[in-house]
């Protein structure tokens, strides 16, 4: 008996009948007919856009407990990475995924800066400084700013209104000593030393020869 192809068509689903060799032997295999957006992986069909086991495609598989986005595998919080752009979170930070730009001052995104989780935005450990962020030799004071050790008091000058620039102040202190400080009064945006964005509760100190500002600490 000669082998003879015949294609039989249903109302959802497509069998292709085989005749076998051996006469009287019939083979039916289903060929699934998969929607618009889905793919045929292995007889099932897949949304290859989102799915962690069929990411892009139907060979490509995220890692455990991975996650897929439109058709690319992308890091969890805490997982390594070194840009943004593997991140489900979009922000890489401190080479780790974070859920946070994490950008503010004495913040950090790995636990042997924050003493808190990998991925998890924290304040830096008090007492430490570990991307240099405090002028001289202050540190962070664990609630997210600079600690400010002032030795002699008599050095406080005042209230400083950085909205008008009042008491007058200049770019490399001159008139000043090194230490003498303002509180910060008043918001502004006056220039002084390349810092011109002034927030209520900032120090502006006098160092070797400019001002430099601490953003929103306590005095220790």
């Known amino acids: 008996m000669k082998n003879t192809l015949t294609t039989l068509t249903f109302a959802a689903v497509l069998f292709l009948t085989v ?7 019939v083979v039916v295999i289903p060929l699934i007919r998969c929607s618009d957006g889905l793919n045929n992986c292995s007889g099932q069909c897949v949304d290859t856009t989102n799915n962690p086991k069929y990411c892009g495609d139907c060979t ?8 897929c986005k439109d058709g690319t ?4 919080l805490g997982d390594i990475c070194t840009a943004d752009t593997e991140c489900v979170s979009s922000h ?9 730009s994490c950008s503010s001052l004495c913040e ?8 808190g989780n990998d991925g998890e935005c924290g304040k830096i450990v008090k007492a430490t400084d ?5 002028p001289g030799t202050d540190s962070c004071n664990g609630a997210g700013c600079c600690e400010v050790t002032i030795v002699n ?22 008139g000043y000593d090194m230490g003498d400080y303002y509180y910060v009064g008043v918001a502004g945006t006056t220039n002084i030393d390349g810092e011109n964005n002034w927030a209520v509760g900032d ?18």
């Open 19 to 25: 005749s076998a060799i051996a006469a009287d032997k």
């Open 60 to 67: 490509t598989k995220c890692d455990p407990a991975g996650y």
């Open 73 to 76: 595998c992308m890091k969890l």
């Open 92 to 100: 890489c930070v401190d080479g780790v995924c974070c859920d946070t």
């Open 108 to 115: 950090a995104c790995i636990a042997s800066k924050t003493g």
């Open 130 to 134: 570990p991307d240099n962020e405090c």
């Open 153 to 174: 008091m008599s050095q406080y000058q005042g209230l400083w209104d950085a909205k008008v620039n009042f008491p007058f102040l200049v770019s490399g202190g001159a």
């Open 203 to 220: 120090y502006i100190i006098k160092d070797d020869s400019s001002w430099i500002k601490i953003a929103n600490c306590v005095q220790k």
